[in-house]
């Protein structure tokens, strides 16, 4: 079974690791917002140990509304999120004309259509059942996102970078995820929509399974240490 540690937003996972601990996320929380929460990875059919259950449990939450200050102070203003979006674009059309040459690509989304473009789609709206084949549907012209036409003026981020889903959220999640996670936080917060979703980072089954050790270094209690050190 995979053990990985990922920070997730409405269901989106914007970093994901596994048998090493990846981005320390702690600047994002407070000790205060160490959760227990029910973890879809978890058979809760299996008799754990009561014990070790509530380790897997174990996570950091915190609504995407009470983190924008907090993105701010680290510099993820709205002002750097463009910034970093016209640098996708420059990459965007930089890697076309090496790949495709003789091709005309279309002119991307300027930032401020692509924050209506995030706008327009509250995550709590999107369906995030599995859906075989939800690629191939949607290279057919079907599903929600087969219809906007923005979808297409999107800069695609690195060469051959998955852009497709399995459901309409995770594949909403991909067509943003050129963006680093934080700016990717920061531009959803722009949909009021997606205040009241939690931004969890989620490490109980990574430690339960020995890949760290939880812990706290004497700190400032803003900036929590998920693995204390023997």
Not at 179 to 185: C, E, F, K, M, Q
Not at 192 to 208: K, R, S, T
């Amino acid at each position: 079974m995979s053990t990985p540690i990922t920070l997730s937003v409405g269901g989106i996972d914007l970093t994901y690791s596994t048998g090493y601990m990846g981005i320390d996320h702690g600047m994002l929380y407070q000790e205060s917002d160490r959760r227990f929460r029910r973890h879809g990875n978890i058979d809760y059919d299996y008799a754990h140990n009561p014990e070790d259950l509530r380790q897997m449990e174990l996570c950091f939450s915190r609504t995407l509304g009470s983190m924008v200050s907090r993105l701010e102070l680290l510099g993820y203003t709205m002002g750097s999120v463009k910034s970093e979006y016209e640098t996708q674009v420059v990459l965007d059309r930089d890697q076309f004309a090496e790949y495709e040459p003789n091709e005309v690509r279309p002119e991307r989304l300027t930032f401020e259509q692509f924050v209506d473009f995030v706008k327009a789609y509250a995550l709590r709206d999107l369906k995030n059942e599995y859906v075989q084949g939800y690629d191939a549907e949607h290279a057919q012209g079907q599903g929600r996102f087969a219809a906007d036409p923005a979808v297409s003026l999107l800069p695609s981020g690195v060469f051959d970078r998955d852009i497709g889903g399995y459901s309409e959220r995770s594949h909403f999640g991909s067509l943003i995820g050129f963006l680093s996670p934080y700016s990717t936080l920061r531009v959803l917060a722009e949909n009021p929509a997606n205040l009241n979703e939690d931004v969890v980072w989620d490490y109980g089954i990574f430690v339960d399974a020995g890949w760290a050790k939880r812990g706290l270094r004497r700190q400032r209690a803003s900036n929590p240490d998920l693995f204390g050190r023997d």
